[in-house]
């Protein structure tokens, strides 16, 4: 499905954009006058981690659920954990941020990386500078099921090199192959009244 085809929520849609008419995520850097798509800013997402800002489009998300879109290792275990009736419990931190269910939707459709299984990152970030983490490193595929996932809400660490998220109680698990398959979702939670969400428990669809 092409980029402009995605319905794009409004709050998205204020972003500045690239030369292609990309909206560009909140935590992304830019250098030279170009933004930086397969890196994070420490700065920018120390922010949105302090003042509860969606890590997509800026704007504050109410306190609740966040999401965030995962990839095939996390979204097998907790098909795996949902499958045996097990909580799904992970730990483990990670850079990726949260944001608005659906700003995640959204960028789960119009990311080639996020959207389908075989793409791959173009840019690494090695050597990329002070104050950049890496969100991935060149040439990484995707693989495997991706899933767009809400959570009942999220710990960070924000430390001098990185900013590191935790996130606890799986609230909404809506796998895909193709990112398209969320199409459906996505008009659904534009076309709720603002302040609502599409949330429908762990199991999701």
């Not at 798509?37 to 120390?46: I, N, Q």
């Not at 659920?65 to 979204?75: F, H, T, Y």
Request: charged content about 25%.
């Amino acid at each position: 499905m092409r980029f402009e085809q995605v319905p794009m929520p409004d709050q998205v849609g204020e972003r500045p954009r690239d030369a292609r008419g990309y909206p560009v995520p909140a935590i992304t850097p830019w250098q030279d006058g170009q933004p930086q798509f397969a890196l994070t800013d420490h700065g920018r997402s120390a922010d949105c981690a302090l003042e509860r800002r969606c890590s997509v489009c800026g704007a504050v998300m109410p306190r609740g659920p966040v999401w965030r879109v995962v990839g095939p290792a996390e979204s097998a275990a907790m098909a795996e954990a949902l499958g045996a009736g097990r909580p799904y419990r992970n730990l483990a931190p990670t850079m990726e941020g949260p944001g608005h269910r659906a700003c995640m939707l959204y960028a789960s459709m119009v990311c080639p990386y996020l959207a389908r299984p075989n793409a791959r990152r173009r840019v690494s970030a090695e050597g990329a500078g002070e104050g950049l983490t890496a969100a991935a490193l060149r040439g990484a595929a995707r693989g495997g099921t991706g899933a767009v996932v809400g959570f009942g809400d999220y710990e960070y660490a924000v430390t001098e090199e990185r900013v590191l998220f935790r996130f606890l109680d799986l609230v909404e698990f809506l796998p895909h192959e193709s990112a398209d398959e969320h199409l459906a979702e996505l008009r659904a939670e534009l076309a709720r009244p603002a302040g609502g969400t599409g949330t429908t428990g762990a199991q999701g669809r």
